[in-house]
């Protein structure tokens, strides 16, 4: 976690948790087919999207 992660309100860290994760989405969605089951940078990517996934679902639901 960076150190401007740690000052961060619930609200912001679900804002920047979720652009992060619309960004893998996009990169994942865009990873070449052919290549997609034997490279390893795709296990990567996926790895990192559930990690952002159980981050935001620890922090609840937004506020509104």
């Known amino acids: 976690m960076s150190p401007d992660a740690r000052n961060e309100n619930p609200s912001q860290a679900r804002a920047r ?37 159980a981050e935001l679902e620890r922090l609840g639901p937004a506020d509104g």
């Not at 070449?32 to 996934?53: F, K, W």
């Open 17 to 53: 948790l979720k652009a992060r994760l619309a960004e893998l989405n996009e990169e994942i969605r865009g990873y070449p087919q052919p290549i997609a089951r034997c490279d390893a940078q795709l296990g990567g990517l996926v790895e990192e999207r559930a990690r952002l996934q």
